[in-house]
């Protein structure tokens, strides 16, 4: 680990004000969780760490309003997957929080800090020997020729293939949730959606924040497909494990027992949160049977482009998505 | 006050350093601080085979705080230790830091040392090499593996090729037959507590804390590492958290630490970071089992013919002994077994849990349940109909054997009677594919010379000193057990001193025989201290009035013992620090602890997880010393045989070699949620023929044979057969259909 400049604040003001001062080598400290791990590995060597957990404007969450869902950057994701509310009306939002790290972990990290954290691609955490353009532009990706099991199968580039590793956001893409920052130039939001970059030519760039910008909160439009939705994880453990493919999947049914809305996203194979609105749209009017679910699962995960050993998941997700349409299904108010 | 004689209490069977382990009093090698010490870190190589052409530590050394860097640039006066399987103490004879050859990606360059942790390691990153590299090969399938016939290699009688009757005819003209190849990955112990040591002068005298299982290799691999009396090491290891074999002998970094203890005249301590453990010292290595099975047209197996190869690395041989309990497990009459070396670019593989009978159990017990579906038999009642009571290698009986009597316990707890036959015949209400598998395990006894001392004092407790180290599996608790019985005392009146080279030769504690061999010398040194005190040979003892009878403080005895046909020459030898056993075929007979596991799987139907709600296991280790203990060993095993079939693999990628994999994230052992109902029972029949209190081994036994359960469990669920591990979902998936 190399020194730095620690800084701790107590407002939303004072945050942007450090941030700034710190210059663009400063780090944003939250839960710690991600980011404490990547400076012990000096995958992380900010010159700079701002403490934002005491941060009072950054706390909390509402999930009773009537329009939107409002989640503090600041709230631990332990507090919000308990949320009785959440459980009930929006169970693919718990479930994607409940299924994340573990307990102690969940205790720890926040939700703002869980959006940006960072690939679990062993080439880029393994550091030196490893050629990887997001650790190190240039240097190549060792993964493109390597042990591509946990790569990407949308979204990657000749540069970058690595997995955007988030349940939480892969849940809240599927709701359309947006995001309010905070920054130098004032406040703006902007959609989920468009929180995360594609690799492209310039892994390292993963965010679309400016310099400076804090995230402060998450808000999700209030939605009766919440009811109905689930988000499953498949992994290679029952917990503390990343996933090998995931599913968030929320609906509902119209008088007929057919689909009305659908929103469907997919986690562990993209290099961002990805939504599928070929699957929605494949799903949409049908009533959900296997073969409408299987559907769904199978317009997910077209235009796939799997490596050397992750094309499994094709199959695998494609059944994972077809399994959370029946779940999400079972719990829709008709 | 002095403590009542108990004669009538059952005596408390808990662990007796539970409270201690639970609460943190109990301090490992690592915890300790003692004032003026110095962090250490290392700098590893990042390439797979070559040589440093250039080392820069000019800004490692720069760091502040950093009190010294150390590397092959400084000449170290340090000798190899030997390995530990080669007549030596050594983790690897490869002792890194002596010169500029780079045999694996991940050996050590350079041993910094600093005033705090964050400093050294810091420091450690800024250690520059530029390497001149080497074609390497890290993998079985790589170019560049050199295959050696072990016999050839190393002709000692305990390596020999196995060739009992014909087998090749034999199988030749067997009605039934099996011929298939398993695979087994590269695993690593991953002990919780990491490997490390705080190590200090006193004077000339080396004082090393290392969690370990061979204080007595440390002791005796530095003395010929720094070229001084062994009488000058002392090395202290109360607990060890964890060593699985990964602990076995003297580590790579431990001479280098004396180094530089002795340079900056303070006491420097390393933790090995998870990261660096998996290059750092051993693993299990990959290997690799053709087994050929013939039956005749009754179901009885006539012919066994196992080759195997595994990996090893180019500096060392570590041994295959995999044929051992593979030509045991079953009456056939016919047994050949080929093991053969496969040397490649790694640090040296060695022992861990179960080192060969795993894997070995993995393939034989895998290719015997081929056969029984080949031969239209239940495989449990195939098992039953194919047992033996002779050891069919020595052609002599064995000790005890009550593996049928494993195997008809557990189909009754299991309720395998319910079991139908036809793969993938079974489904539970939620849909899942039901499947049940058997398989049995093997492992060898074996006794170790060793030593104990016990003191009686006049306030009727007995202090025990002895031969033997605590790695979780409960030897407090086995030899409180043992002397609170024999005396009708309470378990708490005794206290135990273990894993220490300053009150007893310290032998390495493995291969399950450290309770046999502590016990014998607990249990002799308690008759000893019996006919002291004058006391008759059993019955309770009300030891401090027997103390004080004889008009002194304290009463001492002393034992010293040896395996079943072992002479004062193998004591000899286990008093250098080298590993001295006797067994498994004595005079007369042979021994093993049997074990015979029952799993249940579970198979998503469309995901196709794994899920193991349920294993019966029940095992024949002789008397159960520590009942509490026992269980929990076995339940271990059961976690571990898991972890193996369905978890755990170190992932190479062949164009850097080393273990891609390195933390406890990407190596997935398995956590509490991936466990179900582990229902474990004993036979308990004393073993006296091979032991004086009746004991055989236990903790590596459990995990035999879990893997093969596993694995004919998922054939029996799917209908799918698959023979290498670990067994994942994208396996299980390509054998299904949408």
């Known amino acids: ?334 | 006050m002095s403590p009542e004689p108990q004669d009538t209490q059952p005596v408390d069977t808990r662990r007796v350093d539970a409270r201690e382990k639970v609460t943190g009093a109990a301090l490992y090698a690592t915890d300790l601080h003692p004032d003026q010490l110095a962090h250490a870190t290392l700098a590893t190589a990042t390439i797979g085979r070559g040589r440093i052409a250039e080392l820069d530590v000019s800004a490692a050394a720069a760091v502040p705080g950093v009190l010294l860097v150390l590397s092959h640039l400084d000449h170290l006066d340090l000798q190899s230790p030997g390995f530990v399987m080669g007549g030596g103490y050594g983790v690897q004879s490869l002792q890194p830091l002596l010169d500029d050859r780079i045999a694996y990606r991940g050996q050590a360059i350079a041993l910094v040392v600093a005033e705090t942790l964050t400093a050294a390691t810091e420091a450690a990153n800024l250690v520059r090499a530029r390497y001149e590299t080497e074609p390497f090969a890290a993998t079985l399938d790589s170019p560049g593996v050199e295959r050696l016939s072990q016999p050839a290699t190393i002709p000692l009688p305990f390596l020999a090729d196995l060739d009992v009757g014909d087998a090749e005819s034999a199988y030749a003209t067997a009605a039934l037959h099996v011929d298939a190849t398993y695979d087994q990955p590269a695993q690593h112990q991953n002990p919780m507590e990491l490997i490390g040591a705080t190590v200090s002068w006193r004077g000339d005298t080396l004082v090393v804390h290392e969690g370990t299982q061979n204080a007595g290799a440390i002791r005796h691999g530095l003395a010929q590492q720094l070229g001084i009396d062994a009488a000058n090491v002392e090395v202290i290891s109360p607990y060890t958290g964890g060593g699985f074999g990964q602990k076995n002998s003297l580590q790579i970094h431990i001479g280098p630490l004396a180094l530089a203890a002795r340079r900056l005249g303070r006491p420097v301590k390393l933790v090995v970071s998870r990261a660096q453990l998996f290059h750092h010292t051993s693993f299990r290595p990959a290997s690799r089992h053709r087994i050929r099975l013939g039956a005749d047209e009754h179901g009885r197996m006539v012919a066994a013919i196992h080759e195997v190869e595994h990996q090893t690395s180019r500096h060392d041989l570590f041994p295959l002994m995999y044929t051992e309990i593979t030509s045991r497990l079953y009456g056939i009459r016919d047994f050949r077994g080929r093991q053969t070396f496969a040397r490649m670019d790694t640090q040296s593989p060695g022992f861990m849990r179960a080192p060969f009978e795993h894997p070995a159990a993995f393939a034989f017990e895998s290719a015997v349940d081929e056969l029984a579906y080949a031969a239209h038999r239940d495989p449990l009642e195939f098992r039953l109909a194919n047992d033996t009571t002779v050891d069919p290698v020595s052609g002599e009986p064995f000790s005890s054997r009550h593996l049928a009597q494993c195997l008809r316990r557990g189909a009754k707890r299991f309720g395998w009677s319910a079991r139908q036959q036809r793969p993938a015949s079974m489904r539970a209400e939620d849909g899942s594919l039901v499947g049940w598998g058997v398989a049995v395990g093997a492992y060898p006894a074996s006794i170790v010379p060793s030593a104990a001392h016990l003191v009686a004092g006049a306030d009727g407790r007995i202090r025990v000193e002895v031969d033997g180290h605590e790695m979780g599996q409960g030897i407090r608790s086995t030899i409180a057990i043992l002397v609170a019985e024999n005396l009708g005392i309470g378990v708490h009146d005794v206290d135990i001193v273990v894993g220490d080279t300053r009150v007893a030769t310290q032998h390495l504690t493995a291969g399950s025989w450290g309770t046999a061999s502590t016990l014998g010398a607990v249990h002799a040194a308690l008759r000893a201290l019996r006919e002291q005190l004058g006391m008759d040979t059993r019955g309770p003892v009300d030891v401090a009035s027997a103390v004080r009878a004889t008009g002194r403080d304290q009463v001492e005895a002393r034992a010293e013992t040896l395996g079943p046909g072992q002479t004062e020459q193998d004591a000899e030898h286990a008093r250098k620090g080298l590993p001295t056993l006797s067994g498994p075929e004595f005079p007369g007979y042979s021994t093993f602890s049997w074990i015979a596991h029952f799993v249940e799987v579970r198979v998503e139907p469309t995901t196709c997880r794994i899920r193991v709600p349920r294993v019966v296991s029940v095992a024949d280790c002789g008397r159960v010393a520590s009942p509490v203990t026992a269980a929990s060993q076995v339940r271990g095993g059961i976690v571990w045989g898991i972890g193996a079939s369905l978890r755990e693999a170190g992932a190479v990628d062949p164009r850097y070699g080393g273990f891609l994999n390195n933390s406890l994230e990407e190596y997935p052992v398995p956590v509490n949620a991936d466990i179900g109902t582990l229902d474990v029972d004993f036979i308990g029949e004393p073993d006296l023929r091979f032991h004086p209190v009746g004991v055989k081994g236990l903790g590596e036994v459990s995990m035999v044979g879990v893997a093969a359960a596993v694995a004919n469990a998922v054939f029996h669920a799917t209908g799918v057969r698959h023979r290498r591990l670990p067994i994942r979902i994208e396996d299980v998936l390509a054998g299904t259909t949408a």
């Open chain 1, 1 to 334: 680990m190399r020194p730095f400049a620690y800084t701790k604040v107590e407002t939303l003001a004072e945050a942007v004000d450090a941030l700034a001062a710190a210059g663009p080598q400063a780090r944003l400290l939250a839960g710690g969780t991600t980011l404490y791990d990547l400076m012990k590995l000096e995958i992380e060597t900010p010159s700079a760490v701002v403490d934002v957990h005491r941060v009072a404007d950054l706390a909390g969450f509402d999930t009773s309003g009537d329009r939107e869902l409002v989640f503090g950057a600041g709230a631990r994701m332990a507090d919000v997957a308990e949320d009785g509310r959440l459980r009930r009306d929006y169970p693919a939002l718990s479930e994607s929080l409940w299924r994340a790290a573990s307990q102690q972990l969940r205790n720890m990290a926040t939700l703002g800090g869980n959006l940006l954290q960072r690939t679990r691609c062993p080439y880029f955490r393994g550091g030196e020997p490893f050629a990887c353009n997001k650790r190190s532009p240039g240097s190549g990706c060792a993964a493109q020729e390597g042990l591509d099991r946990s790569n990407a199968l949308f979204g990657g580039s000749e540069a970058c293939i690595a997995v955007y590793p988030g349940d939480w956001a892969t849940a809240l893409v599927a709701f359309d949730a947006e995001v309010d920052v905070h920054g130098p130039g004032g406040a703006r939001s902007l959609p989920l959606a468009r929180l995360h970059r594609e690799p492209g030519d310039t892994p390292q760039h993963e965010h679309n924040l400016a310099p400076g910008e804090i995230i402060t909160r998450v808000r999700v439009p209030v939605t009766p497909a919440g009811r109905g939705s689930a988000y499953l994880k498949i992994r290679d453990r029952e917990s503390y494990a990343f996933a090998l493919v995931s599913a968030a999947v929320a609906l509902t049914l119209d008088g007929d027992g057919r689909v009305d809305e659908c929103r469907i996203a997919v986690g562990g194979v993209a290099t961002r949160p990805w939504r599928v609105p070929a699957a929605e749209q494949a799903l949409r009017g049908n009533a959900i049977t296997e073969a409408s679910a299987r559907a769904a699962g199978e317009a997910a995960f077209t235009g796939a482009r799997p490596g050397r050993a992750n094309a499994f998941k094709i199959e695998l997700g494609t059944r994972t998505v077809a399994d959370a349409v029946r779940l999400a299904g079972s719990r829709a108010v008709g």
